[in-house]
C-alpha cells in the first residue's frame, strides 16, 4: 500500500467562543495519490476551516494530519510553511494574478519566495501555462484574458512546483458557465495524468465533476455513494 497524500485521523478544530464552536468534528479523511475529490457543504458546514486545515495555515486542535506520509500536528510554523510550499499548490476563488505582469511571469512568481530550484523558471513555467492549455497566452497580461483563462494561469501557477496536492477553494466561484466548464475540463485532464486534486465548493455541479465525492454538514465528513 502506498502512503496516501490526505490522512486527518480525528481531527477536531474548536474555536474558543462561548459557547465554543465546533467547526470540525472527528474528521477522517484519506485522499490516495492521483484521486479527485470534492468536498461540498453549505455556508458555514465547515468548508473554510477544513481547507485551512489541509492547507496547513489552521492547525487541528486535536487529531492527526499526516500530509505525504509527514506528521504535520507538531510541526512549528517555519517547519508547516516550507512543507506548504513544497507540497501544496493553492488555487483560490480569486485568481491573485499581479495586472502589469505577462501570464508566464505570473506562474514564475510561485517560486520567487521559495527555496525550490530556480533553474530554467521561465522555461518550466511555459511548460506549466502548456501543461494548461494556455502556451499560446504566454506573453499575455491577465487583463487581457477571459475569467477562465485567469483561473488556469493560477492553476499553472500552483503545478509549477509539482505539488503533492493541488488544493482547490471554491476555484470556479468567480466564472460563468462556459468559463467553469472550461476549468473543470482542464481538472478532468489533470486528474488523467495523476495530479491529486482536492476542490471544496458548495457547488453541486461542481463536485458531481470529481471521482469521489465528500461532504461536510456540521463539521463532520461522509463520503457520498456515486450514483452515474
Ligand atoms: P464554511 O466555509 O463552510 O462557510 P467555516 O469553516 O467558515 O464554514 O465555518 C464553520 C463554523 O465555524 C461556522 O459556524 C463559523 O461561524 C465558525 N467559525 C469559523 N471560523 C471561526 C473563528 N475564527 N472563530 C469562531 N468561529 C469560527
Ligand atoms: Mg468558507
Not at 109 to 134: C, D, H, I, P, S
Request: with cysteine; proline share 4%; net charge neutral.
Amino acid at each position: 500500500m502506498t502512503t496516501p497524500v490526505i490522512r486527518l485521523d480525528g481531527v477536531s478544530r474548536v474555536f474558543p467562543a462561548d459557547p465554543p464552536v465546533h467547526a470540525l468534528t472527528d474528521v477522517r479523511l484519506s485522499v490516495a495519490h492521483g484521486e479527485y475529490v470534492s468536498i461540498v457543504g453549505a455556508s458555514g458546514s465547515g468548508k473554510s476551516t477544513l481547507l485551512n486545515t489541509l492547507g496547513l495555515l489552521d492547525k487541528p486542535t486535536s487529531g492527526s494530519y499526516m500530509l505525504d506520509g509527514l506528521e504535520t500536528v507538531g510541526l512549528n510554523d517555519r517547519e508547516r510553511t516550507s512543507l506548504r510550499g513544497s507540497r501544496i499548490g493553492f488555487v483560490f476563488q480569486s485568481f491573485h494574478l499581479l495586472g502589469y505582469r505577462s501570464a508566464v511571469d505570473n506562474v514564475a512568481m510561485a517560486e520567487l519566495y521559495g527555496k525550490t530550484g530556480r533553474r530554467n523558471r521561465l522555461e518550466r513555467a511555459e511548460q506549466a501555462l502548456e501543461q494548461v492549455g494556455l502556451g499560446h497566452r504566454a506573453g499575455f497580461r491577465p487583463d487581457k484574458l477571459s475569467g477562465g483563462e485567469r483561473q488556469r494561469v493560477a492553476i499553472a501557477r500552483a503545478l509549477l512546483g509539482r505539488p503533492a496536492l493541488l488544493l482547490c477553494d471554491e476555484p470556479t466561484g468567480n466564472l460563468d458557465r462556459a468559463n467553469t466548464s472550461g476549468v473543470l475540463d482542464l481538472f478532468d485532464e489533470l486528474a488523467a495524468k495523476g495530479v491529486t486534486l482536492v476542490v471544496i465548493t458548495h457547488d453541486e455541479q461542481v463536485s458531481r465533476r470529481a471521482h469521489r465525492r465528500v461532504r461536510i454538514e456540521d463539521g463532520r465528513l461522509w463520503e457520498e455513494a456515486l450514483c452515474a
